[in-house]
């Protein structure tokens, strides 16, 4: 299919009023100007969405950093609210419970020494719990 003429949408003669065949058989006049469809302007450039993805993916090292320090703040709070409860000799579970959950949001997978501490302090808290006749899973 070949188009010679992209240029041509209607008919290039004008109109003139009160002709026959030039206006239509009934129109109403308002009195308020015509107006006029504006152009379509130029569109921006589309952009490839694979680097807005890649941007949204990029994480904030000071993110990590400060996630990573409220952690082992809340684990060392909780292990000092324990080691009180030792020295009163009285342990609740739901301490216990908590520095599971804790230990839970803390590890890394990241650090080996890290790591070992927390599987230690892990064990003892399930050892602690075994003993109060609950078997939390492994």
């Known amino acids: 299919m070949r188009i010679e003429n992209s240029n041509r949408v209607g008919s290039s003669t004008a109109r003139v009023p009160g002709r ?10 308002t009195g308020a100007p015509t ?3 504006a152009g379509a302007g130029a569109s921006a450039p589309a952009q490839d969405i694979g680097s807005l993805l ?8 000071s993110l990590g950093r400060r996630r990573q320090l409220r952690r082992g703040r809340a684990l060392l709070d909780t292990l000092d609210d324990l ?10 579970e739901g301490k216990l419970d908590l520095l599971m959950a804790v230990i839970g949001e803390a590890r890394q997978r990241s650090e080996p020494g890290l790591d070992a501490v927390l599987d230690d302090i892990e064990l003892r ?8 006749g609950r078997y939390p899973a492994f």
Do not use: C, I, N, Y
Request: charged share 20%; glycine share 6%.
């Open 125 to 132: 808290a399930r050892v602690e719990l075994a003993k109060r």
């Open 35 to 37: 107006a006029h469809a």
């Open 54 to 61: 890649a941007l949204q993916s990029v994480s904030d090292p």
């Open 83 to 92: 080691k009180a409860d030792l020295l009163l000799g009285q342990v609740s």
């Open 20 to 29: 026959s065949g030039s206006t239509p058989a009934f129109q109403v006049d």
